[in-house]
């Protein structure tokens, strides 16, 4: 049996501020979004990948949700799998402690690190800079978890990546209601299956989460005066407001204001009457040049 190993490199990561976890990764493997990330909020994050075996993600959640520490859930994992020397695993708790593990066998390089709130690991990468170079940008950087991650990643790939090349990425952050509609706790489940640059296609798709879902530290600007003849004026280019095209703000424009959001599945983005977000703003300029 000709065997599928999921050479990659990934780091995992938890923000105590928002305690928020998770686990962005690039390979030269089919949707590998698919097989490495598993994460729970207020549990942990686990990366599991060479020879992957995807039991680790749920087994290893399940471990932390238990209690046990994740250098103490690496010891149970490999202690109980047969092929534990051609596995690799990267795992971070909820309380910022992390672990990662190389068996024997993982083809070269291979390796990772851990420190406070972060584990880099990578199989069949061109050096260990890779590893390095996701460490220090984690550790030096602040920001949105996810931006962090994959910033980490974009490093790992400028500093050798994968030595047979790129195919895949993802990025997989949890919290707790962080979901559509606060449902559950998956907040950011982005994929990149098959692209000759999936680190950039990933950080393109995570910009646009952010135009669709992010409620931050992004500016709201009141709409008034010439903003309310501009805004009326896109959105008659649009054929979403037929009224009077002047500085008033009124029922008309409030109610065409209401189409766009949900016509562009702009719901999670709305804000008091009067008011629009600045990045959200940009976009309609943008969509009327």
């Known amino acids: ?8 490199f990934s780091i995992v990561g938890y923000d105590p ?6 686990i962005a990764v690039q390979s030269k493997f089919l949707a590998v979004g698919a097989v490495v990330p598993w994460a729970k909020a207020g549990v942990g994050a686990v990366a599991t990948q060479s020879l992957a075996n995807t039991a680790y993600g749920p087994k290893g959640l399940k471990l932390m949700s238990e ?3 994740p250098a103490e859930v690496i010891k149970i994992l490999t202690d109980n799998d047969a092929e534990k020397a051609n596995r690799q695993v990267g795992i971070v708790n909820a309380k910022g402690k992390a672990a990662t593990f190389t068996g024997s066998k993982c083809y070269d390089w291979a390796g990772g690190i851990t420190g406070e709130n972060f584990a880099a690991q ?3 990468l061109v050096n260990e800079e890779t590893v390095k170079a996701m460490a220090e940008t984690f550790q030096n950087s602040s920001g949105a978890l996810a931006d962090r991650l994959v910033a980490s990643l974009a490093a790992g790939q400028k500093a050798g990546g994968d030595s047979r090349g790129r195919q895949s990425a993802a990025l997989l952050v949890v919290k707790e209601e962080g979901g559509y509609g606060g449902f559950n706790d998956k907040y950011i489940d982005l994929r990149v299956d098959d692209n000759p640059k999936p680190i950039e296609e990933l950080r393109r798709l995570l910009d646009i989460f952010y135009l669709y879902f992010n409620k ?3 500016k709201t600007v ?6 309310v003849r501009e805004i009326k004026e896109n959105l008659e280019s649009l054929g979403l407001y037929n009224g009077k095209i ?3 703000f009124d029922k008309e424009l409030e109610q065409a204001l209401d189409t766009y959001y949900h016509r562009e599945n702009f719901e999670e983005r709305e804000v008091e009457k009067g008011y629009i977000y600045v990045d959200i703003l940009e976009y309609l300029r943008n969509k009327t040049k």
Request: overall charge negative.
């Open 1 to 8: 049996m000709v065997e599928k190993r999921v050479a990659t």
């Open 17 to 22: 501020q928002t305690e928020e976890l998770g």
């Open 67 to 69: 209690g046990k520490k």
């Open 122 to 124: 990578g199989n069949i």
């Open 216 to 218: 931050g530290d992004i």
């Open 222 to 227: 009141k709409i008034e005066g010439e903003l």
């Open 246 to 248: 002047d500085v008033e």
